[in-house]
């Protein structure tokens, strides 16, 4: 497993990345990078797409202490978030389960700053109130 979703209906697509950016930042996570996924598949390769949005989610503290422990962590920071139109008023939002990043490192002195990431991110999830919660 390497994330968690929810799913949000009766909100449109830019309204659940405003709520997915300051569920982000009530958990302490500011938002680095925000790739526009439809925007550049349409300009790259001339597909259409409903919108999808990569998030790239960093809490500063937290980052610190994954890189002070495994200093080429930093391959796998920040935290991927993604917000997609599943349908007209259906959004997906998920996160990635930081989990995956002692899965891959190996080290143990990473997991507890993946507990805490992950605490913090499943708790922006869950204050999003979508409909389902899934684990992918």
């Not at 300051?22 to 990078?33: H, I, N, P, R």
């Not at 994954?66 to 935290?79: E, F, N, S, T, Y």
């Not at 990043?101 to 190996?106: E, F, I, W």
């Not at 805490?116 to 991110?121: G, K, Q």
């Amino acid at each position: 497993m390497y994330g968690f979703t929810t799913t949000l209906t009766g909100t449109s697509f830019e309204q659940a990345l405003a709520k997915t950016i300051a569920a982000l930042k009530a958990e302490g996570f500011g938002v680095l990078s925000d790739i526009d996924v439809q925007h550049a598949m349409k300009e790259k390769l001339g597909v259409d797409m409903p919108p999808y949005r990569i998030l790239g989610a960093c809490n500063p503290a937290l980052a610190h202490q994954a890189l002070q422990a495994v200093p080429d962590i930093g391959l796998l920071l920040p935290c991927n978030v993604i917000v997609r139109e599943e349908a007209r008023e259906r959004v997906v939002i998920g996160f990635l389960d930081p989990q995956t990043m002692v899965n891959l490192v190996g080290k143990p002195e990473v997991k507890t700053v993946a507990d805490a990431a992950e605490e913090r991110l499943r708790r922006a999830c869950e204050s999003l109130g979508g409909d389902t919660t899934q684990t992918t």
